[in-house]
């Protein structure tokens, strides 16, 4: 696996249950019992970040994901953790319940709204920077997508569509993600890391290959 800028690789990597994973990310702060938690699944673009987060979702039975792209739509590539903190985290963080719409949502007539209902127990945040150093005072817990930059890429550009505009953006965007990721390093913070890209044999709907820990060694 070729990982990216300043990154270091995962030694040994292991088939686990996302119930297990669930476990160890959930259980790095007991201490907070009062309203929802708050986890972050964190990587490189490409990387599976939204397959992760869809896949506790279906195992956390009250769970609501947030895509950081949708608070920065229009607005800007990293510019944005105010925008989530104010929005999202903070009345999450005050038991109220959320219906944001960002600054660009209005001014470009998107509808709809970043909600969260009362009474959700888990909050997903889910993209590049989930888990950076402005927001990370409201985390519970966070989880770093570690994955091959060549398969990312691959899947990056696949997922824009493929044409030569698609591979422009993707280079674009990637000199602007590893500068912010290299200064950030969210993966020194993780609770966890998941291998976003695996080469192993897993089942897909019930389990994730996920780093070995010092307790699992």
């Known amino acids: ?16 249950r996302i119930s297990e994973l669930i476990e160890q990310v959930l259980g790095v702060n007991p201490a907070m019992t009062q309203g ?35 608070v920065a739509w229009h607005h800007s590539y990293f510019g944005w953790s105010e925008l989530l903190i104010d929005g999202v985290l903070r009345p999450v963080h005050a038991n109220q319940p959320v219906d944001y ?11 709809g709204s970043i909600s969260v209902d009362p009474g959700c127990e888990v909050v997903i945040v889910e993209g590049v920077g989930a888990s950076r150093l402005e927001v990370w005072p409201w985390l519970t817990a966070s989880i770093w997508i570690q994955s091959d ?4 890429e691959r899947r990056g550009i696949a997922r824009d569509g493929g044409t030569e505009e698609a591979r422009r953006f993707w280079m674009d965007w990637m000199r602007e993600e590893n500068e912010f990721l ?4 969210p ?3 993780a609770s966890a890391i998941v291998n976003g890209t695996p080469a192993m044999d897993y089942d897909a709907e019930q389990e994730v290959v996920a780093a070995v820990t010092s307790r699992q060694a």
């Open 149 to 152: 930059m060549e398969e990312a």
């Open 1 to 16: 696996m070729r990982v990216g800028p300043g990154e270091s690789q995962v030694g040994r990597w292991k088939v686990i």
């Open 36 to 70: 929802a938690k708050i986890v972050a699944v964190d990587g490189r673009s490409g990387g599976g970040k939204s397959t992760l987060a869809n896949q506790l979702h279906r195992f956390l039975a009250n769970s609501t994901i947030v895509h950081t792209d949708d």
């Open 182 to 185: 290299a200064e950030q390093q």
């Open 101 to 111: 719409r960002p600054p660009a949502w209005d001014s470009r007539r998107r509808p």
């Open 187 to 189: 993966w020194t913070r």
